[in-house]
């Protein structure tokens, strides 16, 4: 019985999170590991947010995600995308699940991008979400866009510009108020590599309802394929720390994200280049 009680209050505190905005966080839309670790700054780093960068990557690419908040299973993220790079029309997907049993919200992702000139780049991304939970008896969905443009006023420094859930449409659990199904988000950022082989990147962005977070982080490279990562977000303040390392076609992204009164939240992610 025990067991079964603690799983329907886990499911209500993701729940509070989602109907009342407590948590301010959509558990699906996160950036990518590696982003993950130097603040989160998604529009410049991750297609997972900008879906103009997948017109920025060079390689085919498979890349999967875990990433689990204060060492509790039942609050872990998993993540697998596929990026198809070309002249014509980049393209990608992304599939998201995040809860366990008695609380799930799934993301089933499609983007795409194309180069305008040599320094504008322009994305758009439709997604479907889905939650399911012993607490309701209807499964409120959602289908919304994004929009994402990127530019590179000059050699080694990259903005962007996205525009998340507009629109989004409620597609089931009409009478279910769920803000994470409604909410918009604009984040605008800049990722700079300063001298060589150190990256710094920042954010900020606003969703209407709060006041504006953002972030800022930085990547240094001390050996070839080696990366060492560092970054805080605000609103609440959220230190960040990360590595990755590549060989041959596989690379390995590790973070740590570190909230002052939950603790610790770990991601893991594998990618390999086709």
């Known amino acids: ?13 993701c729940l ?14 996160l950036t990518d590991i590696r982003s993950l670790g130097m603040g989160g700054s998604g529009v410049v780093q991750s297609a997972l947010f900008n ?3 997948v017109a920025l990557s060079e390689d085919k690419l498979i890349r ?21 790079p070309n002249d014509l029309l980049s393209a990608g997907m992304n599939i998201s699940s995040f809860g366990y049993d008695a609380y799930r919200e799934s993301l089933f992702r499609l983007f795409a991008g194309k180069r305008l000139g040599e320094r504008w780049a ?6 479907y979400a889905l939650l399911q939970t012993e607490l309701f008896e ?14 590179s006023p000059v050699d080694n420094l990259l903005t962007g510009l996205l525009i998340m859930n507009v629109p989004s449409v409620k597609l089931g659990g009409k009478d279910i108020d769920v803000k994470d199904f409604s909410f918009y988000y604009i984040q605008v950022g800049f990722q700079w590599e300063f001298i060589n082989n150190l990256f710094i990147s920042g954010h900020l962005g606003n969703d209407g309802e709060r006041a504006l977070s953002g972030g800022l982080g930085m990547e ?3 050996f070839e394929r080696f990366s060492l990562r560092a970054g805080v977000a605000g609103e609440p303040f ?28 770990t991601g893991f992610g594998l990618s390999y280049t086709l």
Do not use: C, W
Request: cysteine-free; glycine content about 12%; aromatic content about 14%.
């Open 64 to 84: 999967m995600g875990y990433f689990n908040r204060y060492n509790l299973r039942e609050l872990g993220t998993v993540s697998g995308s596929f990026y198809f």
């Open 138 to 151: 209807e499964a409120p969905s959602r289908l919304s866009a994004d929009m994402g443009l990127t530019f």
């Open 220 to 222: 240094y490279v001390p």
């Open 122 to 127: 322009l994305g758009v991304g439709i997604q």
């Open 238 to 265: 959220l230190p960040s720390f990360g590595a990755g390392y590549g060989f041959r076609h596989f690379g390995v992204d590790v973070s740590v994200v570190y909230h002052p009164v939950l603790g610790a939240s």
């Open 51 to 53: 879906p103009a960068l």
């Open 1 to 13: 019985m025990r067991p079964y009680i603690m799983k329907v209050l886990v499911a209500f505190v």
């Open 16 to 29: 509070l999170g989602s109907v009342q905005g407590a948590l301010a966080v959509d558990h699906l839309r």
